[in-house]
Each structure stands twice: as structure tokens, then as C-alpha cells.
């Protein structure tokens, strides 16, 4: 929508499916659309699709992010199979159960003000968040955090970082949790929540 106009866009126009799970919009202004079928980015009139076979982890794009140096990320929802995709610099990193994810479906990725990623992760009552920081070759998992650790709920469904730097993770049925100076703190229906 332009404010004067609605465009629609389908398979029949480039997109790999009519089933969007995700939009982004990158520092360069082009448009991301992840699928059930890969994740697409229109430049100009055309649609670029970018799936299984081109390097993503799984074809089934349900988040995208890109980080501050230009880096594309891709978050898949389909355990056991799913986890994150990086393409940077022509070059695909990934990270999932296998390598420390606490979950291979990806709800959101967020990069917070120091650059690191964090991964939402789970389904039903398993899951977790993940910290991934930048190193000289590569990115890896710093931290990974649960229940367990201070969290709601396993699975999350939203991360945030607000102005004063505290971390917020949201979880699917089990409130919010903000961890600010190492501790947490939750707020459930009782405490506020809807």
C-alpha cells in the first residue's frame, strides 16, 4: 500500500508461496518475504528467491532479521529439521539443536544494542532463548536460556531490549520475563498481563 493504492503479490508474481509467514524491510530498502517455501526479496520488479537448495537451513522462513553489519538471518519453524540460516558476506552459517540451540523452531530473532542475536525459540512447553555473538571468524552461541534460568516459559514467542537496556522475553502461554543487571523478573496475568 502506498497510501493511495494496494499491491498484491502471489506465486504468480515471483513469491515462492501466497503463504507469508514474515516481512522485513533491509537497510537498502528492499522488501523480504519469508515463506513455507523459502524466503524472497524483491529489488526492483522482480522477486530473488532464496530456499533449501539455495542454502537455507529449511525451506520454511519464519522470521528474518538483518544485523547491524549487513547480515541476513532466517529463522525456520519446522522441528526437528528448522534453526537459523546466516548468509553473510556470500557465505551461510547455521545454528541449530546441533550445535546449541535449545530448539529448532525459530519464533523471532532480535539484535540487541551490544550486537549480539537473540533467538526465540520452542514449541508448547520446550524452548528457550539463545545469545549469539559475533566473532573474528563467525558467529556462536554465548548463552542459552530457559525456564529454568529465570524465563516464564520455555517457549518464546518475542524478544525486546528497551531503552534502558533490559531485556524482555515474551513466552507463549507463561508472561513475560525481563532480565535486567542478571535478574529476572516476571509478570504474569495476575501481575498485570491480559
Known amino acids: 500500500f502506498d497510501g493511495e493504492k494496494l499491491v498484491t503479490y502471489t506465486k504468480k508474481d515471483g513469491l515462492p508461496d501466497d503463504r507469508v509467514n514474515a516481512l522485513y524491510v533491509d537497510r537498502q530498502g528492499s522488501l523480504w518475504a519469508g515463506t513455507c517455501f523459502g524466503a524472497a526479496v524483491r529489488r526492483g520488479n522482480q522477486w530473488r528467491v532464496i530456499n533449501k537448495s539455495g542454502g537455507l537451513i529449511d525451506d520454511m522462513v ?78 556462536s552461541i554465548k548463552k542459552v536460556i530457559l525456564k529454568n534460568d529465570g524465563l516464564a516459559g520455555d517457549k518464546v514467542r518475542s524478544v525486546f531490549q528497551d531503552a534502558s537496556g533490559r531485556m524482555w522475553f515474551g513466552s507463549e502461554y507463561d508472561g513475560l520475563a525481563i532480565l535486567n543487571n542478571g535478574r529476572f523478573k516476571i509478570i504474569k496475568e495476575k501481575g498485570g498481563l491480559c
Open 62 to 139: 519464519n522470521s528474518i532479521m538483518q544485523d547491524r553489519d549487513g547480515g541476513m538471518w532466517f529463522g525456520s519453524y519446522v522441528a526437528p529439521y528448522g534453526g537459523i540460516s546466516l548468509l553473510e558476506n556470500g557465505k551461510w552459517q547455521y545454528f541449530s539443536t546441533n550445535n546449541g540451540l535449545p530448539h529448532n523452531n525459530i519464533s523471532v530473532l532480535f539484535q540487541d544494542n551490544l550486537g549480539d542475536v537473540w533467538a526465540g525459540t520452542g514449541l508448547l512447553d520446550r524452548g528457550g532463548a539463545a545469545q549469539i555473538t559475533k566473532g573474528p571468524d563467525n558467529w
